[in-house]
């Protein structure tokens, strides 16, 4: 139930590859994931009804999309089929028998785990891994493996409608990499405290005998990090951290980097990867090699062939000298941090940021401020008015025309559109040879980047 869900379309695609018979539902059927599912010839059906479980399935597994109201979720409870959540089917049917290794954070979890899984991958380990995004390496989020490791996203968002904790607290993690922690789903939290709690929980569960791979850039977590059981490393850009980087250069459009363990040169890095937030990342899985003793070789052939993920800083395309650039940013920080990236990457280009507020914490005014100061390193800022806006209360309603008003009111060329198709305008006409139009948002931004594409 809830089928095209990333996570649960991959958790389909998983069962199937073990001989399951599958089939799904869910109220919203489009490509990529109905193209997917259909090359799996994993049967969906459109729209929730009693009448998908006429079939008495043996089990269901029920996506966080659906409430104790759905039609199906009622006929569930009548016929008494068993069911489970999405990281309860994991843990059982991919997770079983294998050692966790955990990526958790606000930010960084999808490349973090990519460049993770793919290290493994180089390094003949045969891993297992579900990641929120398409890693490039593999054109693919999920694979089974049959190594004795299993690589997972750890989403703090909750988990079903009959638990609401998050997803991670199922996976028993053995090694946990924390990216950073900062107040975000303001749908299902109330507060900072209340995210830190969260995290508490997945520290707590780490094994004396694990691994707790810390930003130690990120104050809060260094604060935390201090209730592991096991041993804990930290890796970033201050000093007396264990993992930190060094001689850090940019040509021939790549990274050129040393990681330093304990002072000391470990291995030089090579990456098409840019910016510092990825820099970081990449040194998270340079202590990971060293706790798993892969070759330094194999490591650096690894890094330097990484090619990304699709939705992260995602080069679309160039026409007429005009670079279409995606990416998934939608928390201020990481609007932030992905716009300052791409300017230093592009530094002789005029940036255009275009930034759809999507993200149940960003249609809520809980972030109106922040945002006010995230989009400095661009030359043009253009904001839509956010979708599905009739779901929020109005009391809680981010505004986009403020955010314009604010971001000129500081010096920034700034533009407010009721509508796509008037942003899409502008953005042909402002647009000229030379640019960088960055496009941020978690959805499908009414498919603005293909129809810009054509258009130029």
Known sequence: MGICGTGMASLAGMLKHQDFSISGSDANVYPPMSDFLASLSIPVSEGYSPQNLHANPDLVVVGNVISRQNPETVELAAKGIPYISMPQALQHFAMKGKKPIVIAGTHGKTTTSSLA????????????FMIGGIPKNFDQNFKLGHGPYFIIEGDEYDTAFFDKGP?????????????????????????????????????????????????????????????????????????????????????????HMTSLYQNKEYVPISTPLYGEHNISNLLSIVALSEYLKIPLPTLY????????????????????????????AHHPTAVEKTISAVKQRYDSRRLIAVFEPRSNSSRRNIFQEKYGTAFDHADIVMIPEPPMMDKIDPKERFSSTKLVDDL????????????????????????????????????????????LLEKL
């Open 117 to 128: 899984s793919w290290v493994l991958e180089s390094a003949g380990m045969d891993p297992g």
């Open 301 to 328: 052939k690894a890094l330097d062939n990484f090619h990304g993920v699709k939705r992260r800083q995602e080069i679309l395309g160039e026409k007429r000298g005009i670079l279409v650039m995606d990416d998934f």
């Open 167 to 255: 997803k991670f607290l199922h996976y028993a993690p053995w090694i946990t990499i924390l990216t950073s922690i900062e107040f975000d789903h303001a749908d299902i939290f109330r507060d900072l405290n209340h995210v830190i709690h969260v995290f508490h929980q997945l520290i707590d569960l780490i094994p004396p005998d694990g691994l707790l791979i810390a930003n130690g850039d990120d104050p809060i977590i260094k604060e935390e990090s201090r209730r592991a059981r096991c041993r804990v490393v930290m890796y970033g850009f201050r000093s007396g951290l264990d993992w930190q980087p060094s001689h850090i250069s940019f040509h021939d459009a790549r990274t």
């Open 408 to 451: 000129i009111s500081r010096g920034i060329k700034a533009m407010y559109f009721p509508d796509t198709s008037r942003l899409l305008n502008e953005l042909l006409d402002q647009g000229q040879e030379g640019d960088i139009i960055l496009i941020m948002s978690n959805g499908s931004f009414d498919h603005l980047h293909q129809r």
